[in-house]
């Protein structure tokens, strides 16, 4: 069977591993001091490196030859903890073995001595996912520690780990690979299995994969795979899936327009086409800055952005971050939906044709009849307001409207457009936008949800 990249580029040495420079000197310095902790915390993104570590640690600690500290990859211990079937080090996934049984039968073990090296050592992955009854177990163990057992724990929710048994462990927090790094390795991957792909196409596949170098690789290989032409920067788009622009500005539109029914549908093509929503939550908040926030001042957008980068915690750490996301969406949604205006984003070309049929709109004002009010004042309402603009025309929404009227002058000055002034209606007194007793459920839920969550944290 063909090994995979990833495995067949698995570091087998310190000095093989990308980036950590600050984890590698504090092992390295530890071992050559053989000052070894009886259990350690590795923390940190996926695919960043912590069980490629854990491996690498575990062989220094037990190889039959060590070079210097490195260990030799030659001996049986080495090749045995390589291929795991070391008797002496003992992975354990702790998403499937999460229970207390688990763990009483491993504390039952631990008496005995190595069979061939001198350490066993106990590396458990996923170690966040054991019980609380699984961490008292094994906070028993860590209390007296017999000397010749080491525990390595890997996580990518540190959080989530009790901090009795974190004040136990000397911690690790492995980072994001910078992309420079990711470019470095994916050109001798390419080198090695004699990939033709255009330079631009590796950088894009090492952005793409923000940090994880597990993931540059998968990708590299499943593009290669494609065909034997060199590789474009359009293949790896393609198989990337980077989400076209017209997905980010249907968000926009939907959310600005409170659009709840739409949001549901769009959200459910946008799972069905595959894309990532992570993925997708990272480049939208990419596409706002780079689109919007850099090259206009548009309320509305920028508060997006901050609720969106605010709920950041809430959507990556959830277990069904489309669900998360959605929840998110809906909050903000909830926000606009004050709003009787349907904003589009870009041009918006009736609008002032469309805003002079509404009733509740101001006429448009001449600048001779406003007295002027101090700068300062409509500054701060203008912070306040929800302001949407087009080529010609500024939309200003704001509960302080008499006092926005009476000073177009100074608008029409500031924006060099026609200037039209809505007052927004607060929450409780709106009844014009259409409600749906369902939806109004759902977000009270969603708010309580979100409350709670934040009190918890
Ligand atoms: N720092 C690194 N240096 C070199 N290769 C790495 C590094 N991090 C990841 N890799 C590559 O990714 C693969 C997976 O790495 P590893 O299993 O160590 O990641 P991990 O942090 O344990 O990820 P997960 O949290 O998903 O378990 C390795 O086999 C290797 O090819
Ligand atoms: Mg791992
Ligand atoms: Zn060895």
Excluded at 45 to 57: D, F, Q, W, Y
Excluded at 329 to 340: A, D, H, P, V
């Amino acid at each position: 069977m063909k090994t995979s990249f990833s495995l067949k580029y698995r570091p087998q040495k310190f000095s093989e591993i990308a980036g950590q420079e600050h984890i590698k000197n504090i092992l390295i310095n530890a071992l050559k001091k053989g000052r070894v902790a009886n259990a350690y915390l590795f923390a940190g993104p996926r695919g960043t490196g912590k069980t490629s570590t854990a491996r690498i640690l575990a062989k220094a600690l037990n190889c039959l030859n060590p070079q210097g500290i490195e260990p030799c990859n030659k001996c049986i211990i080495c090749n045995e903890i390589s291929n795991s079937s070391s008797l002496d080090v003992i992975e354990i996934d702790g998403a499937s073995n999460r229970g207390i049984e688990e763990i009483r039968g491993l504390r039952e073990k631990l008496r005995y001595k190595p069979v061939k090296g001198k350490y066993r050592i106990y590396i458990i992955d996923e170690v966040h996912m054991l019980t609380n009854e699984a961490f008292n177990a094994l906070l028993k163990v860590l209390e007296e520690p017999p000397s010749h057992v080491i525990f390595i724990f890997a996580t990518t929710h540190p959080q989530n780990i009790p901090l009795t048994i974190l004040s136990r462990c000397q911690r690790f927090d492995f980072r994001p690979i910078l992309s420079k790094e990711i470019i470095g390795r994916l050109k001798d991957i390419v080198k090695k299995e004699q990939i033709k792909i255009e330079d631009k196409a590796i950088k894009l596949i090492a952005e793409a994969s923000k940090g994880a170098l597990r993931d540059a690789e998968m990708r590299l290989e499943q593009v290669s795979s494609f065909s034997d032409k060199k590789i474009s920067i359009e293949d790896v788009e393609e198989m990337i899936g980077l989400v076209p622009e017209k997905e980010f500005e249907t968000y926009l539109n939907l959310i600005l327009s409170s659009n709840y029914d739409n949001f549901i549908r769009f959200m459910d093509n946008l799972l069905f086409s595959g894309f990532d929503i992570l993925f997708f939550y990272y480049s939208l908040l990419d596409y706002i800055f780079e689109t919007y926030l850099k090259k206009e001042n548009t309320n509305n957008i920028r508060d997006i952005l901050y609720m969106l980068i605010d709920a950041e915690h809430i959507i990556k750490d959830s277990f069904k971050p489309h669900i998360a996301f959605s929840i998110v969406s809906f909050r903000i949604m909830n926000k606009f939906k004050t709003s009787s205006l349907t904003p589009s984003l870009k041009t918006q070309k009736n609008t002032s044709t469309k805003q002079k049929e509404d009733s509740k709109q101001t006429k448009i004002h001449e600048p001779k009849k406003a007295p002027p009010k101090k700068k300062k004042t409509i500054e701060n309402i203008l912070k306040k307001s929800n302001i949407y603009e087009d080529e010609k025309s500024v939309i200003i929404h704001s509960d302080m409207a008499q006092i926005l009227n009476k000073n177009i002058p100074y608008l029409k000055e500031k924006y060099k457009k026609e200037i039209i002034i809505k007052k927004e209606e607060n929450e409780t007194g709106n009844k014009k936008t259409e409600s749906n007793p369902k939806i109004e459920n759902l977000i009270k839920g969603i708010e309580k949800y979100l409350q709670a969550k934040e009190i918890n944290e």
